[in-house]
């Protein structure tokens, strides 16, 4: 069932599509692509690439804009700097003009949609012409191929994940990343696990009480998500748009505090600019004594106890995201 969060998000989210340039609608016709996302896969150069790519906002060209993201596979395994972003247009023909960020005046891209299979162009860059040939097909899946366990001495569980991810571990934090060109163009975040301990926390009136990563508690049991400052007063005082309630639910052998981000969750194209407004961004805390294992992604859903019966149609970095936590065990 829809929260109530997701369902505000939306609804503002549609607020905002309907203040941004139709995405489709004024676009030439094109007998092989309506607009909606696009999915290319081929070279560019010597690297193996995913392309995406969409018409309408954010492009700023106007009724026949399209705009996208390249993602650079070798890259991407290597922990570097993998994806640019294009924008252009769509011209009669099936025929794209896009230009690459920060390219020299002139280069680009002049790119035709030959079949819902195919397609095929040219580059320009530096001077020098380079051929594109890209087959068109489904988003990356982030479930496919073999799947990994993370172990780690210092961490009291351990849980699975797909080996076609980029794991990054930093400190007490790890953050988890599938290469589905198409969700970050989209500007949605990492899922991250972070290993958190019991601290102390202050509220009004000398009131003591607990914190545990995003998650604090001053009395009988009642749990906030949000910062110090905005969470300190009494719980049935909470007014503040940077703090919200939260719940507790017994799930798998676990206590799990679960709760969304408060706040804005803005979504950013990788040097692309402002995308849209996200559905939002949950929190769960797997409490163990005074330890904990707090989960965040924008793919979870609003109670924990929704990952034993997933929806169907999920894309699948959600699937991914739901099996990753159900795969969460103790030491």
């Known amino acids: 069932m829809m929260g109530r969060r997701h369902l505000r ?27 909606d996302d696009l999915h290319l896969r081929g070279r560019v150069g010597t690297a193996a690439v995913s392309v995406y790519l969409d018409a309408g906002w954010p492009s700023q060209q106007g009724a026949d804009g399209v705009s996208g993201l390249v993602l650079d596979h070798r890259k991407w395994e290597r922990r570097q700097e993998a994806t640019w972003p ?3 247009r769509l011209l009669t023909d099936c025929r794209l003009q896009l230009t690459e960020s920060g390219s020299a005046e002139g280069d680009g891209w002049t790119l035709r949609i ?9 580059r320009l860059i530096g001077g020098r012409s380079e051929a594109l040939s890209f087959t068109i097909g489904r988003p990356f899946d982030c479930t496919a191929g073999r799947w990994r366990n993370f172990v780690h001495r210092n961490w009291p ?9 980029r794991v990054t571990a930093a400190g007490s934090e790890v953050t988890i990343e599938c290469p589905d060109v198409s969700r970050l163009a989209s500007g949605s975040g990492a ?26 508690s001053f009395a009988n049991d009642t749990w906030l998500v949000g910062d110090d400052e905005d969470c300190r007063q009494r719980p049935e005082d909470i007014r503040s748009f940077r703090c919200e309630r939260a ?25 692309g ?13 797997f409490l163990l ?43």
């Open 9 to 35: 998000w939306l609804l503002l989210g549609a607020l905002l599509i309907s203040l941004c340039p139709s995405a489709a609608a004024a676009l030439p016709p094109c007998a092989y692509w309506d607009g």
């Open 86 to 88: 294009l924008d252009g």
């Open 114 to 122: 030959l079949s819902p299979t195919r397609a095929q162009g040219t």
């Open 157 to 165: 569980v351990t849980f699975d994940y797909p080996a076609s991810s």
């Open 191 to 216: 899922m991250t696990l972070e290993h958190v301990w019991r601290v102390d926390a202050e509220g009004v009136g000398g009131r003591t009480g607990t914190r545990l990563g995003p998650f604090v």
């Open 247 to 271: 719940a507790a639910r017994d799930w798998r052998g676990f206590t799990v505090l679960q709760g969304p981000a408060p706040g804005e969750d803005r979504r950013y194209r990788p040097g």
């Open 273 to 285: 600019g402002y995308v849209g407004q996200g559905g939002g961004i949950t929190y769960y805390a």
């Open 289 to 331: 004594g005074d330890e904990a294992i707090v989960v965040a992604s924008d793919e979870l859903p609003d109670d924990v106890s929704a990952l034993d019966s997933p929806a169907r149609g999920e894309r699948s970095w959600a699937v991914a995201v739901a099996r990753i936590v159900s795969s969460l065990m103790r030491r």
